[in-house]
C-alpha cells in the first residue's frame, strides 16, 4: 500500500475509540440480556466484532502491526432464532456419518437378518455393502445401529441433530419428496454437535497433564521395585496376566463368538 493510500494516525485512534464504546455497549447488553437467544446481545457482538476488524485493518495500515483477538466469523455460527416463542410443532433434522471400516462384517450382519426372515430374500441383498446396508437399516432403527455401530463393520464420524420449531404439523406426505429443504437456522431451538475435531481440540489441552502423570507413575515404578527381596508391581502383573489368559484361552474345538443382530 502507498504512503498516500495509509490511514491516518487519528483515524487509527477513532478506530480504537470506536473498540471501546462496542465493547462497553456489548458488556452492558450481556448484564441486561433476557435469555439465551438474546437479540440485543446478538446485535451487540456483531458490532463490537466490525469495530474490532475495522481497527485490527487500519493498525495493520498504519502501524504493520494487528491484534490479539480472532472474532468467529458470524458464517460459523447459528443466527438468532426468529421461530415463534411457543411453538406448537417440532421438527428433528439428525445427520450421522459412518465410514465402512469392515465391509465383511456388515455383510455378515446382513446374511443373519436375511436367514432369520421367512420369506427370504431372491436377490441376496447381503452379498454387497450396498444391498447389506439396505438390509440393515431397514431391520434396525437409527438409534440401535448408532449405539451398536461397531458390531456392523460402521465406524462413526460426525453427527447433529437439529430441533426446528414450527406453528403447526405439516401434513401427511408433505415434505417427503424434499424433507431437508425447509431445515431453516433461525427456526432452530437447540442443535447438538457430535465431531473428533472437538475430541482432538480437548486432548490437547491435557498433553501435558498426561506426560506429568507418565513421570510420576515411572517414580512410583521404580520405589517399589527396589525393595531388595521383594516381588515387585511388574512381576505381580505378569503372573496375573498368565493366569488370566490361561483361563480365558477358548477351547479348540469351540466354536466363534456369534454376532447378535436381533433385536
Known amino acids: 500500500m502507498s504512503d498516500a493510500a495509509q490511514p491516518t494516525a487519528a483515524e487509527v485512534r477513532a478506530a480504537a475509540e470506536a473498540v471501546k464504546t462496542a465493547l462497553d455497549r456489548h458488556l452492558a447488553a450481556v448484564e441486561r440480556r433476557s435469555g439465551e437467544e438474546d437479540p440485543a446481545v446478538y446485535d451487540a ?3 463490537l466484532a ?3 476488524e475495522a481497527y485490527d485493518e487500519l493498525l495493520y495500515d498504519r502501524y504493520d502491526e494487528v491484534t490479539p483477538f480472532e472474532i468467529p466469523g458470524t458464517e460459523d455460527s447459528m443466527p438468532p432464532y426468529t421461530g415463534p ?3 406448537s410443532a417440532l421438527s428433528v433434522l439428525i445427520r450421522r456419518d459412518y465410514s465402512v471400516a469392515e465391509p465383511q462384517r456388515l455383510m455378515a450382519q446382513a446374511r443373519r437378518v436375511e436367514a432369520a426372515d421367512e420369506e427370504g430374500v431372491a436377490a441376496e441383498a447381503s452379498g454387497t455393502v450396498h444391498g447389506a446396508l439396505g438390509l440393515l437399516f431397514g431391520e434396525f432403527e437409527p438409534d440401535e445401529i448408532a449405539s451398536r455401530h461397531k458390531e456392523f463393520g460402521l465406524e462413526e464420524g460426525d453427527s447433529t441433530l437439529w430441533v426446528t420449531a414450527a406453528d403447526e404439523t405439516a401434513d401427511p ?7 431437508f429443504d425447509q ?4 427456526l432452530v431451538v437447540c442443535r447438538f454437535d457430535v465431531s473428533a475435531v472437538f475430541d482432538d481440540e480437548y486432548d490437547d489441552g491435557l498433553d ?7 513421570d510420576a507413575d515411572a517414580d512410583v515404578d521404580d520405589e517399589t521395585d527396589d525393595d ?3 516381588v515387585g508391581a511388574g512381576e505381580l502383573d505378569e503372573d496375573l496376566d498368565t493366569d488370566l489368559d490361561d483361563d480365558l484361552d477358548p477351547d479348540e474345538d469351540a466354536e466363534p463368538a456369534r454376532l447378535e443382530a436381533d433385536r
Do not use: R
Open 45 to 47: 457482538f456483531n458490532q
Open 50 to 52: 466490525a469495530a474490532a
Open 85 to 87: 416463542e411457543e411453538p
Open 173 to 179: 406426505g408433505e415434505w417427503l419428496e424434499a424433507p
Open 183 to 186: 431445515a431453516d437456522p433461525e
Open 208 to 214: 501435558d497433564d498426561d506426560e506429568d502423570d507418565a
Open 228 to 230: 531388595e527381596g521383594g
